[in-house]
T-cell receptor, first 117, second 109 residues
Framework: DADVTQTPRNRITKTGKRIMLECSQT?????MYWYRQDPGLGLRLIYY???????NKGEISDGYSVSRQAQAKFSLSLESAIPNQTALYFC????????????????FGPGTRLTVL | RKEVEQDPGPFNVPEGATVAFNCTYS??????FFWYRQDCRKEPKLLMS???SGNEDGRFTAQLNRASQYISLLIRDSKLSDSATYLC??????????FGKGTTLSVSS
């Protein structure tokens, strides 16, 4: 079984609808992240969480919200979807910092392809 | 200037070729560096970390030049299975990873 799972894998919705993307992990990692990927723009960070009580905005958080329900679960919500939120969304996890300056590998889920009409 | 910039692609090479990818980053405070690989429509996966002393993993060699804020990835004896997009990644402070847009490699027989 995959260590990081995302549901749904594909979703088509209409403008103005509320959408929730879910991420679960069995790796036991404290840190979880949500990214979106657009052609020509690369991966961009939406939100991240370093533990259950910690939520931080990334570079493109407008129009999104998140919930860290448990160590293993991190959900991304689009309160009122708009067409320019059409993208491939990835959840990722990692362990905490590897020492004072180190950084640990991020493990990605398989992605959710979201289309907003 | 974008925080992480990579060579524009695509790179089209024959099997057995040696190919090099370059990446520059703008934040001198970046502390950790990586190359990730992403296959078409798949999730990114770590290829290798990049250390100041340079590091090698089989056919792959990564180099870091902190003074020039430059990272490279060399692939020797390219295989068909190396075809993918390679993402240069740096840290921003103590928060999260910043990804370059990626360079696409296509290896042909």
């Amino acid at each position: 079984d995959a260590d990081v799972t995302q549901t749904p894998r594909n979703r088509i919705t209409k403008t103005g609808k509320r959408i929730m993307l879910e991420c679960s992990q069995t790796k036991g990692h404290d840190r979880m992240y949500w990214y979106r990927q657009d052609p020509g723009l690369g991966l961009r960070l939406i939100y991240y969480s370093f533990d259950v009580k910690d939520i931080n905005k990334g570079e493109i958080s407008d129009g999104y919200s998140v919930s860290r329900q448990a160590q293993a679960k991190f959900s991304l919500s689009l309160e009122s979807a708009i067409p320019n939120q059409t993208a491939l969304y990835f959840c990722a996890t990692s362990e905490g910092l590897a020492g004072a300056a180190g950084y640990n590998e991020q493990f990605f889920g398989p992605g959710t392809r979201l289309t907003v009409l | 200037r974008k925080e992480v910039e990579q060579d524009p692609g695509p790179f089209n090479v024959p099997e057995g070729a040696t190919v090099a990818f370059n990446c520059t980053y703008s934040n001198s405070a970046s502390q950790s560096f990586f190359w990730y690989r992403q296959d078409c429509r798949k999730e990114p996966k770590l290829l290798m970390s990049v250390y100041s002393s340079g590091n090698e993993d089989g056919r792959f060699t990564a180099q870091l030049n902190r003074a020039s804020q430059y990272i490279s990835l060399l692939i020797r004896d390219s295989k068909l299975s190396d075809s993918a997009t390679y993402l240069c990644v740096v840290t921003r402070g103590g928060t999260a990873l910043i990804f370059g847009k990626g360079t696409t490699l296509s290896v042909s027989s």
